[in-house]
């Protein structure tokens, strides 16, 4: 069997159907969107359905999503941005310690401000209850982040009823959600759950790296975080990356359905765990109604960039956490509290539509020899 890759959490393969419309556009509708005359006209069309591709799959409306250059973009534009257009209102904000670093950081820079942020914990099976949140809330509570899926456990968040329980408590609160590793693989309903805010990211759903959108709630004020001309209606000004944004587009409109993801996913989970029965060392953390298509796991007295190492050398891969943690302690298996040797050796291993159970059983063996051998060698 070739190479096997299940690092999807990190990015995924460009899609056929992302290729073919980028290669288009690069070679035949090269023109500036903003350019008036017809190649500049077409390049707006394209964008425009684009738009329409990536707003049905957000659950929006075109009008209500702003491309940007990434998902961290997304979230630092969501964030930073609806801070300082409310900066009349108290400095009040609440998340949790388990978001990706790209709104983690933002709060960090939102504390050196002068604003006060609470970050929930989770349980220790990596879950967050809407209850648990809101309590966190008071009335002066101004923003609230919270992602829809953690990219290192899977756990899944209730977003719709977090929105109403944090309503209740705080009204006035700006609700943000980081979907960039649910979008594609979930339904989501932007309009329908409430939330004010909604990042995702091209790369994560078989589109091109450089492309992002924020979905933005009709009457939501940002003020953006890039000046210039104006473009998408001058929350994110300079010239749209056209090939990155049709390439976008036309990968959320070939994922396939999510029923039929999330079956396959199960079937991929249930698999790496059944063969994997034989290793009693294995320890899993799979979070209750998290979702299939990430699996976190730690072999203990292991190191996760040993057992990285090995599995690369046999063209499997997978990751030890966060690909934007370049290697560091994970804060998330912190903040759930678990013991340091099973942080020291996790894995984290994340399916896409185009993974296979051949390649599960062959990412089981590996993880079997590992054991065997690199325990072998340390005795």
């Known amino acids: 069997m070739g190479m096997a890759y299940f690092d999807n959490s990190a990015t995924t393969a460009v899609c056929e159907a992302s290729v073919a419309r980028m290669m288009r556009v690069m070679t035949e509708v090269y023109g500036n969107p903003s350019s008036l005359h017809t190649m500049g006209v077409r390049a707006e069309q394209e964008v425009a359905q684009a738009r329409a591709e990536v707003a049905a799959l957000m659950g929006a409306k075109p009008e209500q999503i702003t491309f940007t250059g990434s998902g961290t973009e997304a979230n630092n534009l969501a964030i930073l941005g609806t801070a300082a257009a409310l900066r009349r209102r108290p400095p009040v904000a609440v998340t949790t310690a388990v978001e990706h670093p790209s709104v983690a950081a933002c709060f960090d820079e939102l504390e050196h401000q002068g604003w006060t942020v609470t970050r929930v914990k989770p349980a220790a099976d990596g879950t967050i209850s809407p209850e648990r949140l809101a309590a966190a809330c008071t009335a002066d509570t101004t923003l609230v982040s919270v992602m829809a899926v953690n990219n290192e ?74 000046l210039g001309g104006g473009q998408e209606k001058g929350l994110r000004s300079g010239t749209e990356a056209v090939p990155a944004i049709v390439g976008f587009g036309a990968a959320a409109a070939a994922v396939p359905s999510v029923d039929a993801q999330q079956a396959h996913y199960t079937v991929l989970r249930e698999t790496l765990i059944a063969e994997l029965q034989t290793l009693p060392e294995v320890r899993w953390h799979l979070p209750p109604g998290g979702v299939p298509y990430i699996v976190h796991l730690s072999i203990p007295g292991i190191r996760s960039e040993t057992l990285l190492h090995f599995l690369a050398a046999r063209e499997i891969y997978v990751s030890s956490g966060s690909a934007c943690s370049k290697g560091q302690h994970s804060a998330v298996l912190e903040a759930m509290g678990l013991p340091a040797a099973e942080i020291d050796s996790s894995l984290r291993i994340s399916f896409c539509y185009q993974n296979t159970e051949d390649e599960v059983r062959a990412l089981a063996q590996a993880l079997r020899d590992a054991a065997a051998t690199l325990q072998r060698r340390r005795t």
């Open 153 to 226: 456990t899977g756990a899944r968040f209730d977003i719709p009823a977090m929105v109403d329980a944090v309503k209740e408590r705080a009204p006035q609160a700006v609700f943000h959600t980081d979907c960039v590793q649910a979008a594609g693989k979930l339904l989501l309903k932007a309009e329908r759950w409430g939330v004010d805010l909604m990042s995702v990211s091209a790369h994560k759903l078989h589109g091109p790296k450089g492309c992002g959108a924020l979905y933005v709630r009709k009457g939501v004020r940002l003020l953006p975080r890039m």
